[in-house]
């Protein structure tokens, strides 16, 4: 009986001791697990929300001519541009912003001492978007506006003063003209290289700083009518309210090749709505090294409110208006992404 109770007692004393042990390894595994989820956590990154790029370009074009017998000016064309996007993106939450600046001037020996502008712009564009039902979902409802203007004065019809000086006629400026749109309505963006902005509430604002062009631009008569110095008084701005659709899209064509086009379309519900004003850019550019890039652009305009003049600048009208630009740059790019 002695030895059944001693054996009973051995192996007690012997599960508790396991007991023990297991507890003791249970809880020390618990604790490394804890430990190594901690550090994990620590190490895990914050997710980035923007993502920032720019494009900067530098082109530089040069003609001499020496004894050339069938004629010609030497030239020397100077143009750079910078194309800024900063887009942040959370949840079904976006803000795409980009800034587009280019300016280039021409020097010719056919007009000594005059710098002449072959480019000059300042496009501004911003748009907040809050998806309809889910992160898949193509459709949002947007919020969008944009600016563009110029940033220096451009003449036309050059030509010597008495005292040698060369003038021409002005035909536009910073703020001459200007337009700002801010549209309500809604987005589709069914894949990654088209998106297409439908805004049926669209406040669209023409600013002309400069008196002598506001007649040209389509701004009205203001209420004092005619003023001393000026001739004819007009309104500084006019502002209209339509439907606005703006198309984006940006194809890789290959590796190197890429086109980029947007079509801005705007009908003005207050005056004249079947007369449409149009914006259609186009930027093609070919990658042929890191650093070297040919780009062609296009720019095509139709504005019923503007007149341009003819030929010999008797008759004013409605008119296309259409600019192309072909570059050989040196091209820097500083881009993040998430």
């Known amino acids: 009986m002695k030895k059944i109770l001693l054996s009973l007692a051995f192996a007690a004393a012997s599960f508790g001791s396991a007991m023990a042990q297991n507890a003791q390894d249970a809880a020390a595994a618990a604790a490394q697990a804890i430990s190594e989820a901690a550090q994990e956590a620590v190490n895990t990154p914050k997710p980035k929300y923007w993502t920032n790029s720019i494009v900067l370009d530098l082109g530089v074009n040069q003609t001499q001519l020496v004894n050339w017998a069938a004629g010609g000016y030497n030239t020397i064309t100077l143009n750079a541009g910078l194309d800024a996007k900063a887009n942040y993106v959370k949840q079904l939450a976006s803000w795409t912003n980009r800034l587009q600046m280019q300016y280039g001037f021409l020097y010719s020996d056919e007009k000594v001492g005059l710098l002449q502008k072959s480019t000059d712009r300042l496009y501004l564009e911003s748009k907040f978007a809050y998806r309809t039902n889910s992160s898949d979902s193509k459709w949002s409802y947007s919020a969008a506006y944009d600016f563009r203007t110029q940033f220096t004065d451009n003449f036309d019809s050059y030509k010597k003063d008495d005292e040698g000086n060369w003038t021409g006629t002005l035909k536009s400026g910073f703020l001459s003209p200007a337009y700002m749109n801010l549209g309500f309505g809604m987005d589709w963006v069914p894949n990654d290289w088209l998106n297409v902005n439908f805004a049926p509430i669209t406040g ?74 149009v914006n259609w850019d186009n930027k093609l550019s070919w990658q042929l090294t890191k650093f070297f890039k040919l780009g062609f652009n296009t720019w095509l305009i139709y504005d019923p409110d503007v007149l341009i003049a003819d030929k010999s600048g008797a008759n004013h009208t409605q008119r296309v208006q259409f600019k192309e630009f072909l570059t050989f740059n040196f091209t820097w790019t500083f881009a993040n992404g998430k």
Do not use: C, H, W
């Not at 040209?216 to 209420?223: D, K, R």
């Not at 008084?233 to 890789?252: C, D, E, P, R, V």
């Open 204 to 277: 669209s604002l023409t600013m002309v700083r400069d008196t002598s062009l506001r007649k040209n631009y389509g701004l009205e008569l203001s209420e004092e009518g005619l003023d001393a110095n000026v001739g004819a008084n007009y309104n500084t701005t006019i502002f209209k309210l339509g439907a606005q659709i703006k198309a984006n899209l940006k194809i890789k064509i290959n590796d190197n090749l890429g086109l980029e086009t947007q079509l801005v379309l705007f009908s003005n519900y207050l005056k004249d709505p079947q007369n449409m004003r």
